[in-house]
């Protein structure tokens, strides 16, 4: 869902590989990426507006907003490290 400025919606899946998986929200640095989770959807819960400290986990989806560019770069394409 793009909006101008290269901004818009993506539901994003956490891998085993994904690079934050297993890290928190403040640990991956995606807020300075320009990148804010909105909702995790885990199993059947959702977690809105999820604090700096929520830890993602494989199979997590989120609802993110930000740059599309800065999320394919911070949350999925990168491997772990």
């Given at each position: 869902?793009?909006?101008?400025?290269?901004?818009?919606?993506?539901?994003?899946?956490?891998?085993e590989d994904s690079q934050i998986a297993n890290k928190t929200i403040r640990e991956?640095?995606?807020?300075?990426a320009?990148?804010?989770?909105?909702?995790?959807?885990?199993?059947?819960e959702s977690i809105p507006n999820p604090s700096a400290d929520m830890k993602f986990i494989v199979d997590d989806k989120l609802i993110c907003f930000g740059k599309l560019a800065s999320m394919r770069s911070q949350i999925y394409t990168l491997p772990k490290q």
């Open positions: 869902m793009p909006a101008p400025g290269g901004y818009g919606i993506s539901q994003i899946e956490i891998l991956a640095l995606l807020k300075g320009g990148v804010l989770i909105l909702t995790i959807e885990r199993k059947n």
